[in-house]
């Protein structure tokens, strides 16, 4: 009996016949296959945790630059107020002192305070007698009837507003004309008159 070397009895254990080599081809494709499978689940996972942390950037940076221009807005009100109080000492000034130096000083920093304004973006909303009203823009705390005005139209301006870019930071107080016409068929006309306590209708 001859003698067989151990690599002559490994080659015989291996099963190369066709049939097995297509079996062992097939397993290695689904083993591929699931491979890639899982790969592309990785892929696709790492891929949202990118678009996640790419939106929670965004959000956080939104956030900070909202929260940033809502103090800017605060601050703004506050010196707002100031420059209303400036309107309000520059109107009342008696006519005996409205040519003293102290009254030109006061003017000169009010200016400088509106020039600061507009610097920031701050901008007067157009409130102007016979201007339409503008719900967005205005805010009507008075109608007024016999005005010579159309229904709607500003008949004064009682604070002005203002706009801090393209956001209204104070809408513009005003008084809105009734309807009513201009007065013309009211008081001397001789027409029916409301009682005066009588509610008006439209």
Do not use: C
């Amino acid at each position: 009996m001859s003698q067989r070397t151990r690599a002559q009895e490994r080659a015989d254990e291996i099963d190369i016949s066709p049939t097995k080599l297509l079996a062992d081809i097939e397993q290695l494709k689904g083993e591929l296959a699931e491979a890639s499978a899982k790969a592309d689940e990785y892929l696709a996972g790492l891929q949202r945790e990118r678009a996640e942390f790419a939106n929670y950037r965004r959000r956080t940076s939104e956030e900070r630059e909202a929260m940033l221009g809502l103090a800017g807005e605060d601050l703004i009100r506050k010196v707002l107020a100031l420059a209303d109080d400036f309107d309000l000492a520059i109107d009342s000034r008696p006519a005996a002192i409205a040519n003293d130096p102290w009254v030109e000083g006061v003017a000169a920093i009010d200016r400088k305070l509106r020039a600061l304004l507009e610097s920031e973006g701050v901008r007067q909303i157009d409130a102007s007698p016979g201007r339409p009203f503008d719900p967005r823009e205005h805010e009507a705390i008075a109608n007024v009837p016999g005005s010579g005005r159309r229904e709607g139209e500003i008949v004064e301006e009682v604070r002005r507003g203002y706009r801090l870019r393209d956001r209204v930071v104070r809408p513009a107080l005003v008084a809105v004309a009734a309807d009513g016409g201009d007065g013309a068929d009211r008081g001397d006309g001789g027409g029916p008159q409301d009682p005066p306590d009588a509610p008006r209708t439209n």
